[in-house]
């Protein structure tokens, strides 16, 4: 094989391989990430779906901070369209966080920014409202992940249950995060009350 085609055969290898790594940050583990460590991203679900499950895994080393993965499902059939979507509100690095979409949304995507300074994030949702379902039956899960610095994952322990918010604490001393996710059933009617 001449210099030439050595040479070809590298420049295409090159290529492709900055091409994958541009679709999303792979770790170890074969995961997809929708982030590379202490980069911003913005994840929207396609049109008519919201999140069902959220994963991340934490690295000291890449200044405490977390790649993420979610995955988004259709909603039901008879829910139609959503009426209309929109940012909530954002809450600030470091800083403890509660958020629940306003006007019965659910979450269907979520945008991030990361702070050298404070080594944490700050955090966004994205909220859809389809017609006039109201959320019932809320709970919280338990702390994702458990304990911190660990991989977290969050997946709807059943269809029919969707994510409207959650709470978060940051941890100062081990600059990191954990996450109660608020999940909700929606009414099969359209109701006149912000919360049923």
């Known amino acids: 094989m001449s210099s030439a085609h050595v040479l070809q055969a590298l420049c295409l290898l090159m290529v492709f391989s900055t091409a994958g ?19 911003g991203f913005n994840f929207q679900c396609p049109h008519g779906e919201v999140l069902v499950a959220i994963r991340s895994y934490f690295s000291e080393k890449e200044g ?34 509660s958020s629940v979409c306003t006007n019965n949304g659910l979450v269907a995507g979520v945008q991030s920014k990361y702070f050298e300074a404070v080594l944490d994030r700050e955090w966004q949702f994205y909220c859809c409202r389809y017609a006039r379902r109201c959320p019932y039956s809320c709970w919280k899960t338990s702390d994702v992940p458990e304990h911190h610095k660990e991989e977290g994952e969050m997946v709807i322990p059943s269809y029919g249950y969707f994510i409207r918010g959650a709470q978060t604490t940051f941890s100062g001393v081990l600059r990191d995060r954990q996450w109660k996710y608020i999940l909700c059933r929606m009414t099969d009617f359209d109701c006149q009350f912000e919360n049923f």
């Open 64 to 97: 405490s901070d977390r790649l993420w993965n979610f995955e988004c499902q259709r909603t039901p059939y008879d829910w139609g369209e959503p009426n209309e979507c929109w940012w909530d509100d954002i809450n600030r690095a470091g800083l403890e966080w």
């Open 21 to 39: 790594a541009q679709h999303g940050y792979m770790h170890d583990t074969g995961e997809e990430w929708v982030n590379t460590w202490r980069q």
